[in-house]
T-cell receptor, first 116, second 118 residues
Framework: AQSVTQPDIHITVSEGASLELRCNYSYGATPYLFWYVQSPGQGLQLLLKYFSGDTLVQGIKGFEAEFKRSQSSFNLRKPSVHWSDAAEYFCAVGAPYGGATNKLIFGTGTLLAVQP | GAVVSQHPSRVICKSGTSVKIECRSLDFQATTMFWYRQFPKQSLMLMATSNEGSKATYEQGVEKDKFLINHASLTLSTLTVTSAHPEDSSFYIC??????????????FGPGTRLTVL
């Protein structure tokens, strides 16, 4: 079955420290991969996405993610966290082909807290 | 670009009444929109896929007569919660696919609607 696992429900880091949020997926083929961020009471904003090519993907706000096929992982990283990064982060996978009704499968999310 | 709006952002209603939530793609056309429900501190649960000009596709366990979806134009989908009850209180989020970019599966999300049923 297709699924996305985010093992860390809640992570706290100090401002300026590095960050890695984990995401593992189960899919029949290499899916399209996404990371979204959600601030409290808001919708989701796309941080970055991977379709093919270079396995290290750069996104907005200084985030990057690395696709590792052998580990079925797509971990999100940031070298230096800012207080404004405190939010909920969702990893999602979608079918590896186009199509109007293709759905995204979301992980359960990781809530990031940033200590001053 | 790729902005999705939702209206209202918050709504409080009495039990038994119906509530309509609008989802609009402001600067692109969306043949397909999605409706999600999110409980506190939980992930998004897909309720249905809204298709312009045709019937919505509901996920298993979602009552289609309870959650009416209309996608009458390429920029507007509506979700009507009929005969709302307190257990319908939740955060409802819509998303839209850009019809010109359906190949990449990216969804653009609205800001969400907080529904409280008293």
């Amino acid at each position: 079955a297709q699924s996305v696992t985010q093992p860390d429900i809640h992570i706290t880091v100090s401002e300026g420290a590095s960050l890695e949020l984990r995401c593992n997926y189960s899919y029949g083929a290499t899916p399209y991969l996404f990371w979204y961020v959600q601030s409290p009471g808001q919708g989701l904003q796309l941080l970055l996405k991977y379709f093919s090519g270079d396995t290290l993907v750069q996104g907005i706000k200084g985030f990057e993610a690395e696709f590792k096929r052998s580990q079925s992982s797509f971990n999100l990283r940031k070298p230096s966290v800012h207080w404004s990064d405190a939010a909920e982060y969702f990893c999602a996978v979608g079918a590896p082909y186009g199509g109007a009704t293709n759905k995204l499968i979301f992980g359960t999310g990781t809530l990031l807290a940033v200590q001053p | 670009g790729a902005v999705v709006s939702q209206h209202p952002s918050r709504v409080i209603c009495k039990s038994g009444t119906s509530v309509k939530i609008e989802c609009r793609s402001l600067d692109f056309q969306a043949t397909t929109m999605f409706w999600y429900r999110q409980f506190p501190k939980q992930s998004l649960m897909l309720m249905a896929t809204s298709n312009e000009g045709s019937k919505a596709t509901y996920e298993q366990g979602v009552e289609k007569d309870k959650f009416l979806i209309n996608h009458a134009s390429l920029t507007l989908s509506t979700l009507t919660v009929t005969s709302a009850h307190p257990e319908d209180s939740s955060f409802y989020i819509c998303s839209a696919r850009d019809s010109a970019r359906e190949w990449d599966n990216e969804q653009f999300f609205g800001p969400g609607t907080r529904l409280t049923v008293l």
